[in-house]
């Protein structure tokens, strides 16, 4: 257990430091240099190098980079955002919980949905609710969520008027627990793709663990159908679930990207739109860095609740 | 799938090793592919266990999956539709000012345009096909150089191995774990939509998979012992991974290319549709879509469902044939 947490624990470092870099190589690759992106094509060579000498951009490479990473990691500073006039960890600071809320509860619903869906088509299978089960997952998982989001405002803002179109713009990241309505629309965008795919791997999950000697060894003890499927079954069936949620957390954030823009809810996905359309290059690698990270702690956490849960690895002395 | 094992290509001259084929849908995993009794799983004497053979025999098992041969008609028909139809029903998409001269803007459909017209005024049934071009174009060529740069890549990691290998995997851990969009917006906003940047830009986001894969194949193909042949026979590096173990590799490349059209056409339409999509005055199907939603409110519906339809069919399209051509890909790993 030790030894494989150190070892997914420094793995988690790696990507760190990897996207780190990254982030440092794409600013430094901006064409025309990062002085130019700030201070504009017509800046004159005296400014540029005033410029340059001001924000350490003169030094060599591996100076500026160790820089960056010192400023990253003491002072927490992500860089200075000249369209906001402030840094970017300010700018980037209310927004994050924003995001972290709407993923968290959006991959928190779409568990709940999918383990019991997944059981209801094993329990069923070859029966025509685990066909429409499929079915319909299939198409949810093709339905792009742009399009998913804008049919739901559509149907169910537009016309029906059930919920808003939007959640209220001043919403803080609470707002989702306290006021709902205004997020079912986002959510349901959010989690029909993950849904879908947990659900098909729900099912392919509990179909090997019923196959499995164990779930035999119960049947043969006399086991009631339900305890077999319940305390065994679904016990063992559970556990990959974990691994499935830590690989999907990049794809679902990409999806929250998406889900507020289309709902217009300020989070760290809307920021980066804005700040790509005016060219806010400090921003949008920040977000990036940002949303990056959070992203392999969750995914790290996914795994260490996996190691918690499985006694293979848990009780192994490796 | 990674490192799996399964993914292991003929043995060239393992020739004699003849086994009965499993039978279809033995394992809990089987979900579509159905394939009538018998056919493709016959193994026929000898012939088509050598690479040449393996497109062949996908290809028939593929054309027995009815969704498949759908998903291509499908594909074809869009392709004419994009390509060919402009010519068969010509509009004026590109100059903004000469259309609103002889058409009115957000009209219905009927009366000379068939999908009613957009905002500007731009027909809506020649704005699929204009705009199709680009979703297809940028689709077909990112998952090309995605597929060709990510085969190399995997091919080298996993043929030189050790710390080589090791340290080009932790590249490809690092871009992977970035959040897709985030990543492809960071590189838009610092390299300004063309259309080639944008292949160049989706193709950078979406390497990473076919790496994964064709690295598998490669280390459990290096070991082989043709491979330890030709590299006893004198055979150069590169003989051995661009003569034998990218070959080898073909049928998984195929079947990631074929998924990697359907994912290039959404992250365009992703784009597309958060005003990052293709430059003025071309458009893309997720650049129509976001202008169409600006109107969603007033129910201009013909603005949003003929392009949502479009983006669906074609995606949906391409997951059937890479579907099909998986399958058929299990199919011939397990007739050895």
Redesign the interface.
């Known amino acids: 257990m030790t030894g494989f947490l150190i070892r997914r624990i420094g793995?988690a470092l790696?990507?760190v430091i990897?996207?780190i870099l990254?982030?440092f190589l794409?600013a430094k690759?901006?064409?025309g240099g990062e002085a130019k992106a700030v201070l504009g094509p017509k800046a004159t060579p005296v400014t540029v190098a005033r410029f340059n000498v001001q924000n350490g951009l003169n030094l060599p490479i591996w100076d500026q980079f160790w820089r960056y990473v010192e400023g990253l990691f003491a002072h927490l500073n992500l860089g200075y955002s000249f369209k906001y006039n402030q840094g970017v960890r300010q700018v980037i600071g209310e927004r994050l919980p924003k995001t972290l809320t709407l993923v968290g509860v959006s991959v928190f619903i779409s568990l709940i949905i999918a383990v019991p869906l997944g059981i209801l088509q094993v329990v069923r299978r070859n029966k025509p609710i685990d066909y429409a089960l499929t079915t319909s997952s299939f198409f949810f998982y093709?339905?792009?969520d742009?399009?998913l989001g804008?049919?739901l405002?559509?149907w169910f803002a537009?016309d029906l008027h059930w919920f808003p179109?939007s959640p209220p713009t001043d919403a803080s990241a609470w707002a989702i627990f306290t006021d709902p309505r205004a997020f079912v629309l986002p959510v349901v965008t959010l989690a029909a793709t993950s849904v879908a795919s947990f659900s098909r791997y729900m099912r392919?999950s509990m179909?090997?663990a019923l196959?499995q000697d164990f779930v035999r060894t119960a049947r043969a003890k006399g086991a009631s159908s339900r305890r077999v499927l319940y305390g065994h079954a679904l016990r063992n069936a559970l556990i990959p679930i974990l691994t499935l949620l830590g690989l999907s957390l990049?794809?679902i954030?990409?999806g929250a990207?998406?889900v507020e823009?289309v709902f217009n809810y300020p989070g760290m996905?809307l920021l980066?739109?804005q700040?790509?359309?005016n060219?806010?290059?400090p921003v949008?690698?920040g977000?990036?860095l940002v949303?990056?990270v959070a992203?392999?702690i969750g995914?790290l956490m996914a795994d260490i609740l996996y190691a918690v849960a499985d006694p293979r690895i848990r009780l192994g002395s490796d | 799938m990674t490192d799996s094992d399964d993914f292991r290509p003929d043995p060239v001259f393992n020739d004699d090793e003849r086994q009965t084929p499993l039978p279809i849908g033995a394992g809990?995993?089987m979900t579509s592919g159905q394939l009538s009794e018998g056919d493709a799983l016959v193994p026929e004497g000898g012939e088509s266990r050598s690479t040449g053979g393996i497109l062949r025999q996908m290809g028939r098992v593929f054309v027995e999956n009815k969704l498949a041969v759908v998903g291509l008609g499908v594909i074809v028909l869009m392709v004419l539709f994009c390509f060919v139809g402009p010519h068969l029903y010509p509009t004026n998409q590109t100059d903004a000012q000469l259309v609103l001269q002889d058409s009115t803007s957000n009209a219905p459909p009927g009366n000379g345009n068939p999908l009613g017209t957009d905002s500007n005024g731009y027909n809506i049934l020649g704005r699929l096909m204009f705009g199709g071009q680009a979703s297809l174009i940028v689709g077909f060529a990112s998952a090309l150089v995605a597929t060709v740069f990510g085969t190399l890549y995997g091919a080298m990691s996993g043929f030189f191995g050790s710390w080589f290998d090791s340290l080009l995997m932790?590249?490809v851990?690092?871009?992977?774990?970035?959040?897709?969009?985030?990543?492809l917006?960071?590189?838009?906003?610092?390299?300004h939509q063309s259309e080639i940047l944008l292949i160049l830009v989706i193709a950078f986001v979406s390497w990473l998979v076919p790496a994964r894969l064709v690295r598998g194949e490669t280390l459990s193909l290096r070991n082989r012992e043709y491979v330890q042949a030709v590299r006893v026979m004198g055979g150069s590096r590169t003989r051995i991974i661009g003569r034998h173990i990218i070959p080898n590799s073909v049928g998984t490349i195929v079947v990631f290319a074929t998924f990697q059209i359907a994912d290039s056409i959404?992250l365009l339409?992703?784009l597309g549709?958060?005003?990052?999509g293709v430059p003025a005055p071309q458009t893309d199907w997720?650049t129509m879509?976001s202008n169409g939603?600006d109107a969603?409110?007033s129910?201009y519906?013909w603005q949003?469902y003929p392009t949502?339809i479009c983006?669906?069919l074609v995606?949906?399209a391409f997951?059937y044939v890479g579907d099909a051509l998986r399958d058929s890909l299990e199919v011939r790993l397990q007739q050895r």
């Open positions: 793995q790696v990507v990897g996207v990254i982030t794409m690759l901006i064409p093709a339905m792009p742009f399009l804008t049919l405002i559509i537009f179109v392919s179909m090997d196959a990049p794809a954030v990409s990207l998406i823009n996905g980066t739109v700040s790509a359309f060219d806010d290059i949008v690698l977000t990036t949303i990056t992203t392999v995914s | 809990p995993t932790r590249v851990d690092v871009l992977l774990s970035i959040p897709v969009l985030f990543l917006i960071a590189l838009v906003t610092i390299y959404l339409a992703a549709f958060l005003g990052l997720g879509l939603v969603a409110g129910g519906w949003i949502g983006i669906v995606v949906v997951n």
